[in-house]
């Protein structure tokens, strides 16, 4: 350990990552391929006009998409699996967001290789839109 943070491989308590994510045309387009999800509110943007939004609104789980892909493909190591994810949904997010995402690590659990981290999704207006936990395991 350094200090007295605790640490489980090349990571320890403290730490932060961020990463930039855009709601494309492509990244809508597959979620809908994929999910088949077309609630009127995410693809009719008349209808959520009615509801009050300003156009139709993107599915949240497109933002628990970027959250594997900062798992998976972010970190400094690769055998890791997610035990654990809360996102909490603060404001719609729309086509063509782009979305900063920054995550800290929160806690470090080396007798069970856990590391959990608090995570934020802003958009470029610094607009807090979604936040929430999430705990990997770091497979040996």
């Known amino acids: 350990m350094r200090g007295n943070k605790k640490q489980t491989g090349l990571m320890k308590q403290g730490d932060l990552f961020s990463q930039t994510f855009k709601i494309s045309e492509s990244v809508y387009n597959g979620f809908l391929s994929v999910f088949n999800d077309r609630n009127p509110v995410h693809v009719d943007s008349a209808y959520a006009q009615k ?29 890791v699996v997610i035990h654990l994810q809360e996102i909490k949904y603060l404001k719609p997010v729309f086509l063509n967001d782009e979305l900063n995402f920054s995550a800290k690590i929160t806690e470090v659990h080396e007798s069970v290789n856990a590391i959990g981290f608090s995570f934020v999704f802003e958009n470029v207006q610094q607009v807090k839109v979604a936040k929430g936990k999430i705990q990997i395991g770091i497979i040996t």
């Open 51 to 79: 509801l009050g939004f300003r156009e139709k609104i993107m599915h949240g789980n497109i933002l628990g998409g970027f959250l594997s892909y900062f798992i998976g493909e972010c970190l400094p190591v690769k055998n």
